[in-house]
């Protein structure tokens, strides 16, 4: 079964002294794109995030996000006493030399000055990130059963298209048998009009058509056409992603069709051609959003 690379997935993390959502979106991409947006705690296991992501969900543009809802900050603010004890030494120093009153409130003056509050990152606990990782692991799944439950939206409707081609392939032979017919009457009437129709060698003019027949004949053109069918059909029903390779099959049975329109050389068969190609393209635009 096919999966959409459309998708959205959250779960949340509930810790002692707080509350933790993940969030992850996919849209459709030719390549992995991953965007994750990390509370700084968190960023040393970026790598680590990364590399699931990518395994479990191989391809399109992806967004993951954290929202972290916490009683306390994950920043810790210190107050540096030896830069304040050496400013003090300092200012009282400055403050005798001038004469000035000691009863100055140095602290007041003290505490603006650079490096006087250092502000570290808590460090992070090893047994908080297994939590989160599990949460983690479950928003990948929650977004895999969307991406599952897309793609059989998408796998339904692009079989009935390849199977609306096939129907109007089975229906090339009985105009076939008409083209001869038609092409004949045709060089004819030409001659006829030539005034060369008297002239005419029938046993020459048979080769001749034949000849001339064989030119737009479309028998390997709908063998090719019919094992392209067939092999997207066998494709889809892969477990693995197949996204780039139904790509490369649609692009085989474009071809077919190109040449079968090239060489219809009547009305009715052009009709078929360019229905089947108004399929092919619906077919296309779906199998950009296949993962």
Request: charged share 35%; with cysteine.
């Amino acid at each position: 079964m096919i999966q959409s690379m459309t998708g959205y997935g959250k779960s949340v993390c509930e810790l002692p002294n707080k509350k933790i959502s993940i969030e992850i979106k996919s849209l459709n991409s030719k390549q992995l794109d991953l965007n994750t947006r990390l509370p700084n705690l968190y960023r040393e296991k970026e790598i680590e995030v990364r590399s699931l992501l990518g395994k479990r969900l191989s391809r399109g543009k992806i967004d993951l996000s954290f929202y972290v809802e916490a009683a306390t900050s994950d920043k810790i603010t210190k107050v540096n006493q030896q830069v304040i004890a050496n400013y003090h030494e300092q200012l009282k120093t400055i403050a005798s030399n001038l004469g000035l009153d000691n009863s100055t409130d140095y602290l007041k003056v003290i505490m603006p000055l650079p490096d006087t509050v250092k502000v570290e990152l808590a460090e992070l606990d090893e047994e908080e990130w297994k939590a989160i990782t599990v949460t983690l692991k479950d928003a990948i799944k929650d977004i895999t059963e969307f991406r599952r439950s897309e793609g059989m939206a998408l796998e339904s409707d692009i079989k009935d298209r390849i199977k609306m081609i096939g129907d109007l392939l089975n229906e090339v032979p009985k105009y076939e048998s008409q083209r001869i017919d038609k092409i004949k009457n045709r060089i004819r009437e030409n001659l006829e009009e030539l005034g060369q129709s008297n002239k005419i060698d029938e046993n020459r003019f048979e080769q001749e058509i034949i000849f001339y027949l064989e030119k737009l004949d479309v028998t390997e053109e709908k063998v090719r056409l019919s094992n392209h069918l067939n092999y997207f059909m066998e494709t889809i029903e892969s477990n693995e992603p197949v996204g780039k390779k139904l790509g490369f099959i649609t692009q085989e049975i474009g071809r077919e069709i190109n040449t079968l329109g090239s060489k219809a050389n009547d009305a009715d068969l052009q009709k078929i051609v360019i229905r089947m190609k108004d399929e092919l393209e619906k077919i296309k635009e779906q199998i950009l959003n296949v993962l």
